[in-house]
């Protein structure tokens, strides 16, 4: 894990220095830039020699990936993809088993397997083949770099006697290096978050529960803030059939296989500053200090399985933390089309609470992602998820779910969004340490609007609303059923 971490670091090292000064438009499905001017086919070949002209059409270009997201980890955010494009992994002539000439302005297949590159989302995570791609980049050799960053910062408002006002920094700057290995592809990335600069007590949001602020207290009534080091990982791919690979993820940190893409990098939500109450039933492990996850691909199935570290990151957040890959996550994965995405998820997590040693937990997770573009420069996503938490406490289990449904519109600068969500919790009373099950919801919407400064800066000014549902045995410490929280930002994008 050691020398991922060091690897890894380098290559974001990398990534930050050349971009700024050599980043360059790449036009890649999805992508709504213009490619480099290039001779015309013919003409080029006429003037390459025969041996190197046969080298290059088997040559394997280094494909790009993408994390994408507003706070964390992973790659890039992007325009939706163009219908001729949303096929092109399985129409697409093989090339050495994997991708055509990025600089040519061809078509990229994932890091991951000889699929369209549109489809990859934080860790090992599928999203709509349809899904939005941006960064900048550049090469350095048989590197292929990319960088990306998003800062918000964010007044936050939450009402009655639990909630609080606040002004914090969040987001994420993100770096990935990849390049040809073999038949495939080896892949390094790295997410860094200002996260931990709000402070350990993270910020006000009703009905948020989990992990501890100071090693003694669970956090109620508030969001943690995320570790400094989101993921640092690599990752090796090998072709094994035309549209089949197998291939290696770890990450220290890292993200296993359990859950859809982290909240930060699904489209339909990626836009807010906000976090799910739903969080810990879904994708709290997107930052787990030890990953080490195992797959294979075959067109538009995907079978995985991870062996990682089970305890939630602690109150410390600028450290790398170690421990033993103690824990299981099983993820099926399909895209039956290019505007959907779907997976299914088990994991059984060992001793993940800090504040609950010896209480393992088993997760189960089902979701359903959609990206659409259904009209010129008018994009649609949306997310349904479901998850549920189930523990052995004094020899009864437990069981309590989530629901979650998001969506989002883009037109030009403008995007509007918004959440709704149901969760059966029970650790909403500090007193108690497994109380009821109190079932709360939640209904946020908002719209930020983006104004380009340079070629690549943007600066978006937004906020949203929130409507939380309590139940009557929850509403004297809220002092009401629907307390309200908003929240107005600015953030700063790098395309």
Same mark, same amino acid.
């Given at each position: 894990?050691?020398?991922?971490? &060091?690897?890894?670091?380098?290559?974001?090292? /990398?990534?930050?220095?050349?971009?700024?000064? /050599?980043?360059?438009?790449?036009?890649?499905?999805?992508?709504?830039?213009?490619?480099?001017?290039?001779?015309?086919?013919?003409?080029?070949?006429?003037?390459?020699?025969?041996?190197?002209?046969?080298?290059?059409?088997?040559?394997?270009?280094?494909?790009?990936?993408?994390?994408?997201?507003?706070?964390?980890?992973?790659?890039?955010?992007?325009?939706?993809?163009?219908?001729?494009?949303?096929?092109?992994?399985?129409?697409?002539?093989?090339?050495?088993?994997?991708?055509?000439?990025?600089?040519?302005?061809?078509?990229?297949?994932?890091?991951?397997?000889?699929?369209?590159?549109?489809?990859?989302?934080?860790?090992?995570?599928?999203?709509?083949?349809?899904?939005?791609?941006?960064?900048?980049?550049? &090469?350095?050799?048989?590197?292929?770099?990319?960088?990306?960053?998003?800062?918000?910062?964010?007044?936050?408002?939450?009402?009655?006697?639990?909630?609080?006002?606040?002004?914090?920094?969040?987001?994420?700057?993100?770096?990935?290096?990849?390049?040809?290995?073999?038949?495939? &592809?080896?892949?390094?990335?790295?997410?860094?978050?200002?996260?931990? /600069?709000?402070?350990?007590?993270?910020?006000?949001?009703? /009905?948020?529960?989990?992990?501890?602020?100071?090693?003694?207290?669970?956090?109620?009534?508030?969001?943690?803030?995320?570790?400094?080091?989101?993921?640092?990982?690599?990752?090796?791919?090998?072709?094994?059939?035309?549209?089949?690979?197998?291939?290696?993820?770890?990450?220290?940190?890292?993200?296993?296989?359990?859950?859809?893409?982290?909240?930060?990098?699904?489209?339909?939500?990626?836009?807010?500053?906000?976090?799910?109450?739903?969080?810990?039933?879904?994708?709290?492990?997107?930052?787990?200090?030890?990953?080490?996850?195992?797959?294979?691909?075959?067109?538009?199935?995907?079978?995985?399985?991870?062996?990682?570290?089970?305890?939630?990151?602690?109150?410390?957040?600028?450290?790398?933390?170690?421990?033993?890959?103690?824990?299981?996550?099983?993820?099926?994965?399909?895209?039956?089309?290019?505007?959907?995405?779907?997976?299914?998820?088990?994991?059984?997590?060992?001793?993940?609470?800090?504040?609950?040693?010896?209480?393992?937990?088993?997760?189960?997770?089902?979701?359903?992602?959609?990206?659409?573009?259904?009209?010129?420069?008018?994009?649609?996503?949306?997310?349904?998820?479901?998850?549920?938490?189930?523990?052995?406490?004094?020899?009864?289990?437990?069981?309590?779910?989530?629901?979650?449904?998001?969506?989002?519109?883009?037109?030009?600068?403008?995007?509007?969004?918004?959440?709704?969500?149901?969760?059966?919790?029970?650790?909403?009373?500090?007193?108690?340490?497994?109380?009821?099950?109190?079932?709360?919801?939640?209904?946020?919407?908002?719209?930020?609007?983006?104004?380009?400064?340079?070629?690549?800066?943007?600066?978006?000014?937004?906020?949203?609303?929130?409507?939380?549902?309590?139940?009557?045995?929850?509403?004297?410490?809220?002092?009401?059923?629907?307390?309200?929280?908003?929240?107005?930002?600015?953030?700063?994008?790098?395309?």
């Amino acid at each position: 894990m050691t020398k991922i971490l &060091t690897a890894t670091v380098s290559a974001l090292a /990398l990534a930050s220095l050349a971009a700024p000064a /050599l980043a360059q438009h790449h036009h890649t499905p999805g992508m709504q830039v213009p490619a480099p001017k290039q001779e015309p086919a013919a003409k080029k070949a006429a003037k390459r020699p025969a041996k190197r002209q046969q080298a290059r059409e088997t040559e394997i270009a280094a494909p790009v990936s993408q994390d994408h997201t507003q706070h964390g980890a992973g790659m890039v955010p992007a325009v939706a993809a163009t219908p001729d494009s949303q096929h092109h992994g399985a129409d697409q002539p093989d090339m050495g088993g994997r991708d055509h000439d990025e600089h040519a302005g061809h078509a990229m297949s994932g890091a991951l397997g000889a699929y369209p590159m549109q489809r990859e989302s934080s860790g090992t995570a599928w999203q709509p083949d349809a899904s939005e791609h941006m960064g900048l980049m550049t &090469t350095a050799g048989n590197w292929t770099l990319m960088a990306h960053g998003v800062v918000n910062l964010v007044a936050d408002h939450q009402s009655g006697p639990r909630g609080d006002k606040q002004l914090f920094p969040s987001g994420m700057l993100m770096g990935m290096a990849r390049r040809p290995l073999g038949n495939g &592809t080896l892949q390094l990335r790295a997410s860094l978050s200002p996260d931990p /600069l709000m402070g350990k007590r993270g910020y006000a949001l009703l /009905l948020a529960s989990g992990e501890t602020a100071n090693g003694r207290d669970r956090l109620i009534d508030r969001q943690h803030p995320h570790d400094f080091f989101m993921e640092l990982s690599a990752s090796v791919s090998q072709n094994i059939g035309p549209k089949s690979s197998v291939f290696l993820y770890a990450g220290l940190p890292g993200e296993p296989a359990f859950g859809p893409p982290a909240f930060m990098h699904r489209e339909a939500i990626m836009d807010s500053p906000e976090a799910p109450i739903s969080h810990h039933w879904l994708d709290s492990t997107h930052i787990s200090f030890g990953v080490l996850t195992a797959g294979v691909a075959r067109d538009r199935v995907k079978l995985e399985i991870s062996r990682f570290n089970g305890r939630e990151p602690d109150q410390h957040r600028w450290n790398v933390e170690t421990g033993a890959l103690d824990s299981t996550a099983i993820r099926l994965s399909w895209n039956p089309t290019s505007e959907l995405s779907l997976q299914g998820s088990w994991g059984h997590f060992v001793d993940p609470e800090q504040l609950e040693p010896g209480v393992d937990q088993k997760r189960w997770s089902a979701s359903l992602l959609y990206a659409r573009e259904v009209a010129p420069g008018w994009k649609l996503a949306g997310t349904l998820a479901w998850g549920r938490k189930t523990i052995d406490h004094d020899g009864e289990s437990l069981s309590d779910d989530a629901f979650v449904a998001e969506a989002s519109a883009k037109h030009g600068p403008w995007t509007i969004f918004g959440r709704a969500e149901i969760t059966e919790n029970r650790e909403l009373l500090a007193e108690v340490e497994h109380g009821p099950a109190f079932r709360v919801g939640k209904v946020s919407a908002g719209a930020v609007r983006d104004f380009r400064v340079t070629e690549h800066l943007s600066v978006g000014a937004g906020g949203l609303v929130s409507l939380n549902f309590v139940p009557d045995g929850l509403a004297p410490l809220y002092d009401g059923h629907n307390p309200i929280g908003a929240m107005g930002f600015l953030r700063f994008k790098l395309h």
